[in-house]
C-alpha cells in the first residue's frame, strides 16, 4: 500500500521529477540516511531506559577504612544509603551507644540518614562499626562483606595501658571449615603483636599462620597447631600485654571419616514367631564410630524380645573391606514388629542414619 500511494504522488507531481537533475527518487539516499540515525539514536535511547541505574551502597562518614581515636574519646559517624539503614555494632558499645536516624527528601540517591555516637570511648570498643541494609541477613559473616549493602569503618580506641583489645582468658576452637583464628588484636595500628607457644614465637608464614590486626591470627591448617595454651604478647615501646588463648583439638568432621551404614537382613522376609536378624554396617576407617538401632517395637527391646549385639569390627570382602558391624536380633516376630528399623552412624561431632 506504500508503494501504490507513492507512485500515486509522483505522477501528479510532474514538476517535483523536473526540479530534480539526478531524475526520480534523488532525494531518497539522503532521508533514508536521516530515518537510520533516528532509528540508531531511538533505540540507544530506549536501551539506555530499560537498564535503571543502580542505586549507590551505603556510605560512612568519615570515609576512611581505620579511624583512630583516644580513650575517652566521642566517636561520631553518620551514614547515608538509599534504602532504609541501622548500625551493626561492637557489644562493647552498645549500652552507650546514641542513635538517630533522618528521612530528607532532598537528598535523591541516598534519602536515607543515620548517625552514630559514642561518648567516653574505652578500648573494649575497639572494632567495625558497619551501615546495613535493613534487609540483610547479619547472621551470615559473608554478607558483612557486600559493598552494595554494607560500609564498614574499623576504630581503634588507643589507650597507653591496654594494648590488645581483650586481655582474659579465650578458648577457641577450629571451624568446621577447618579454620583458626587466634583473636589477638591490638587497640592501635602501630602496636606489634607476636603469638608465642612453649616459649617459642610462631612466625607469620604464608599458607600457614597470617596476621591482621582486625582479625588476629589465622591458621590456615589447624593441624599445623597442637592444642593446648597459646600467648599472644603486644608491644609499644617498653610497654607489654598478654593475651592467654586456649586452643581446643581439631575433630574431623563427619561427613568426611563416618560413611552412611547398610542394613541388611536375614531371612530377606520375617515370618510371624520366627527369628529375624538385621545387619547394620559401615566401612571403618580408623575413627571411633557407634551403631545405634531403634525398631517399631521399643518394649520388645525392654524384655529381651528383642536384642541389640555389641559393636564388632570384621574383614569381609563383599561388604568391601573392614566393617564395624551391629547385628538386631528380633525373636518371635510378631505383628508389632512391622514398620521401619532405623541404624544411625555417629561419630564425636555428628551423625548419618539411613532407615529400612
Known amino acids: 500500500m506504500t508503494t501504490d500511494t507513492s ?9 517535483t521529477q523536473r526540479r530534480s537533475p539526478r531524475g526520480h527518487g534523488g532525494p531518497a539516499p539522503r532521508l533514508s540516511l536521516l530515518v537510520l540515525a533516528a532509528l540508531v539514536a531511538s533505540a540507544s535511547a530506549l536501551k539506555g531506559r530499560a537498564v535503571p541505574r543502580r542505586p549507590p551502597g551505603p556510605r560512612i562518614d568519615p ?32 549500652e552507650h551507644a546514641k542513635k538517630s536516624v533522618y528521612f530528607e527528601r532532598k537528598i535523591d540517591d541516598q534519602p536515607y540518614i543515620i548517625h552514630l555516637e559514642v561518648p567516653n570511648l574505652m578500648y ?44 582474659d ?22 602496636i606489634t603483636v607476636t603469638l608465642m607457644k612453649d616459649s617459642e614465637e610462631i612466625f607469620v608464614e604464608d599458607n600457614v599462620v597470617t596476621f591482621d590486626p582486625k582479625i588476629g591470627f589465622t591458621y590456615v591448617n589447624p593441624n599445623m597447631i597442637e592444642s593446648g595454651e597459646v600467648i599472644c604478647i603486644a608491644r609499644k615501646g617498653s610497654k607489654n600485654s598478654t593475651q592467654i588463648v586456649e586452643v581446643l583439638p581439631y575433630f574431623h568432621s563427619v561427613s568426611d571419616d563416618v560413611h552412611a551404614p547398610h542394613i541388611h537382613s536375614l531371612p530377606y522376609h520375617a515370618i510371624l514367631g520366627s527369628t529375624l536378624e538385621l545387619n547394620c554396617s559401615v566401612p571403618y576407617t580408623g575413627i571411633p564410630v557407634d551403631l545405634e538401632w531403634a525398631v517399631p517395637d521399643q518394649q520388645g527391646k525392654e524384655t529381651g524380645r528383642i536384642v541389640e549385639s555389641g559393636l564388632r569390627e570384621v574383614t569381609d570382602p563383599a561388604l568391601d573391606g573392614r566393617q564395624a558391624i551391629k547385628t538386631l536380633t528380633v525373636q518371635r516376630v510378631q505383628s508389632s514388629d512391622e514398620g521401619y528399623y532405623k541404624c544411625t552412624s555417629k561419630d564425636h561431632v555428628n551423625m548419618k542414619m539411613e532407615e529400612k
Open 63 to 94: 570515609e576512611l577504612d581505620d579511624y583512630v581515636l583516644d580513650s575517652n574519646d566521642t566517636l561520631k559517624l553518620r551514614c547515608q544509603s538509599a534504602f532504609p539503614v541501622r548500625w551493626v555494632i561492637p557489644e562493647t558499645a552498645e
Open 124 to 167: 573494649l570498643q575497639t572494632g567495625y562499626y558497619r551501615c546495613v541494609d535493613n534487609d540483610t541477613d547479619t547472621t551470615h559473616s559473608s554478607n558483612l562483606e557486600d559493598r552494595s549493602h554494607v560500609a564498614s569503618i574499623y576504630v581503634y580506641v588507643r589507650d597507653d595501658n591496654e594494648l590488645l583489645v581483650n586481655d
Open 169 to 190: 582468658l579465650v578458648i577457641v576452637q577450629p571451624s568446621s571449615e577447618g579454620e583458626l583464628v587466634i583473636p589477638c588484636r591490638p587497640t592501635a595500628p602501630n
Open 7 to 15: 507512485m500515486t504522488a509522483a505522477a501528479a507531481s510532474p514538476r
